[in-house]
């Protein structure tokens, strides 16, 4: 079992910045991709970033440019940072880590980022 808690997270203004971390257990797999994902309101949870093992990033085109995923291997820790906030970056963000080897995923609890004038 991974375990993963993110921080990071609070109340923020549009055109604010915000560094979200993410610190994960101890764990063996070594093909792997880590994410962040976020759910608003009403909304359905939607991947932000994801970072692979490899190398890969990828990010949803509402926030390409704004967003950076990456990680500290020393640490187990994975990052956002999130710059130009805008309204509609309200939601809660949570953490993931999928075992691309066997399919199996965890996730944080989340932590909520309101961006707000």
């Known amino acids: 079992q991974v375990q993963l808690v993110e921080s990071g997270g609070g109340l923020v203004q549009p055109g604010g910045s915000l560094r979200l971390s993410c610190a994960a257990s101890a764990f063996a797999f070594s093909n792997y991709a880590m994410s962040w994902h976020r759910q608003a309101p009403g909304k359905e949870r939607e991947l932000v970033a994801v970072l692979t093992s490899g190398g890969y990033r990828n990010y949803a085109d509402s926030v390409k440019g704004r967003f950076t995923i990456s990680r500290d291997n020393a640490k187990n820790t994975l990052y956002l940072q999130m710059n130009s906030l805008k309204l509609e970056d309200t939601a809660v963000y949570y953490c993931?880590?999928?075992?691309?080897?066997?399919?199996?995923?965890?996730w944080g609890q989340g932590t909520q980022i309101t961006v707000s004038s």
């Open positions: 993931k880590i999928a075992n691309l080897a066997t399919g199996s995923a965890y």
